[in-house]
């Protein structure tokens, strides 16, 4: 069986408000100096009402009605630091940048902070992205949180990030969240690489744009899954493309979230009985292809530090330590 390339790693959408984006529309009339009839807002889309896009560029806000518009595109963060682009972002903008890989059903913002709520399932789908600020002393902030979980019926829990190695009680929102009597998870680390480097043959790897029947059915053998929930985050990136090998006796599954110009790679599995065999390889390099078709050229990637053989595997394979995280929880009661 030949790999299946994927439609595009479809279906496209808008980007969402917060992201960062590139707006090509028609002038209203043309350049005096040039002659030139389109320009370019660069910049966080803060408004899309009315037909109104407002893009904050450095220049001030720049509002665009959509008429005009002749492409919108979601672009990564300026680099900054030097270095290979999967290496170039800071820990705060590649958490910013993943956000869209794995989204969440709720999302709500207080300050730079990100809340999101996804009815329980999964750490990164019901925890507050804590990149910036949160506009409010972080004791408040913390209230605030705390609220907005209560609300849902959700423990709070905190994504606090820094370098390899860190220690969350170094950092205020940590320092905090332990005082209140938070308990840390084991870390998770955060790995980079270029699409373009995986090696391998991806023989036998079906690609596909939809979430199938086939896929999800693995899935849930794999993992206590909350089918709702799961649905919406597989499907809910402005783009993605799963991988499955097997036909009736799925062996393998893999997907990958398009979303700020990278690919974040997610929901790897092997059948216990089927390891070893190269499936793993195959389907990074299926899924490395569609991020590059997707015009991505970057990959992320979340796995435990303690699981050393999922670190083996993507190290093998090119991925580079980017940064880590810790998710700070509060138990029930």
Not at 44 to 65: A, K, Q, S, W, Y
Not at 200 to 218: I, K, S
Not at 252 to 275: C, H, K, N, Q, T
Request: aromatic residues 6%; charged residues 25%; hydrophobic residues 45%.
């Amino acid at each position: 069986m030949r790999a299946m390339d994927a439609p595009e790693a479809g279906p496209n959408r808008d980007p969402r408000v917060g992201s960062r984006v590139v707006v090509r529309y028609r002038l209203e009339r043309p350049d005096p100096l040039t002659g030139a009839t389109l320009t370019d807002a660069v910049g966080e889309l803060v408004g899309d009402v009315d037909g109104i896009l407002v893009v904050r560029t450095r220049r001030g806000e720049v509002r665009v009605p959509r008429s005009r518009v002749t492409a919108l595109k979601e672009v990564p963060p300026s680099p900054s630091r030097r270095g290979k682009p999967h290496r170039a972002l800071s820990v705060e903008d590649l958490q910013r940048v993943m956000l869209g890989a794995w989204p969440a059903m709720e999302t709500a913002r207080l300050g730079d902070w990100v809340l999101r709520a996804s009815r329980g399932f999964t750490q990164r789908a019901n925890s507050v992205m804590t990149a910036g600020s949160p506009g409010i002393p972080v004791p408040a902030a913390l209230d605030a949180v705390e609220r907005w979980y209560a609300a849902r019926g959700l423990p709070p829990n905190l994504t606090v990030a820094g370098p390899v190695g860190f220690d969350p009680a170094d950092d205020a929102v940590g320092a905090e969240a332990l005082r209140r009597g938070y308990v840390a998870r084991v870390a998770t680390l955060t790995l980079t690489a270029p699409t373009r480097v995986m090696m391998g043959d991806p023989a036998g790897v079906q690609v596909r744009a939809e979430l199938t029947d086939a896929w999800f059915t693995a899935f849930r053998a794999y993992r206590e899954v909350d089918d709702e929930a799961a649905r919406a985050i597989l499907t809910g990136s402005p783009a993605q493309a799963f991988t499955t090998v097997g036909d009736d006796d799925v062996i393998g599954i893999g997907r990958l979230g398009l979303a700020a110009a990278w690919g974040g790679v997610a929901a790897m599995w092997v059948d216990p009985r089927s390891r070893r065999r190269g499936i793993a390889t195959g389907m990074l390099v299926a899924l490395a292809r569609a991020a590059d078709r997707a015009g991505a050229a970057s990959l992320h990637l979340q796995t435990d530090c303690d699981n050393t053989a999922a670190l083996a595997l993507y190290e093998r394979h090119g991925f580079e330590r980017h940064h880590a995280y810790v998710n700070l929880r509060r138990a029930p009661g």
